[in-house]
């Protein structure tokens, strides 16, 4: 989930899976329930989960909690995921504040 302030139209974000390139991550449904104004996509590598969402019209996300997707982790390590890296930009392509909990689990 993100928790929007309504200013930012795009985000993406790097999250650590425990076992890293062992493990085996479903993400199917990664970004599936984005709001119908943004797109997204997914992938793994080298140990972390990176995703990006994007609107082509520079809509603003909706202020509030929107759900974003899930993804599946199936490792023999122990252990959280936790967020490497998460950035949200406006329509000027400029930063805006975002805060970020050290675990990827709900």
């Known amino acids: 989930d993100y928790v929007s302030n309504g200013d930012a139209v795009a985000f993406d974000f790097k999250i650590d899976v425990p076992g890293g390139t ?3 991550v479903n993400l199917k ?3 599936a329930a984005l709001p119908k104004s943004h797109a997204g996509q997914c992938s793994f590598a080298k140990g972390q989960i990176i995703g990006i969402v994007y609107s ?3 809509e603003r996300l909706p ?3 929107i759900s974003i997707g899930s993804v599946s982790v199936q490792s023999k390590a122990a252990g959280d995921l936790s967020v490497a890296s998460f950035t949200a930009v406006n329509k000027d392509g400029i930063s ?3 805060t970020v909990t050290d675990s990827a689990t709900k």
């Open 22 to 24: 062992d493990a085996v």
């Open 29 to 31: 449904s990664c970004v």
């Open 56 to 58: 082509d019209s520079n």
């Open 63 to 65: 202020k509030g909690i």
């Open 96 to 98: 805006v504040e975002s």
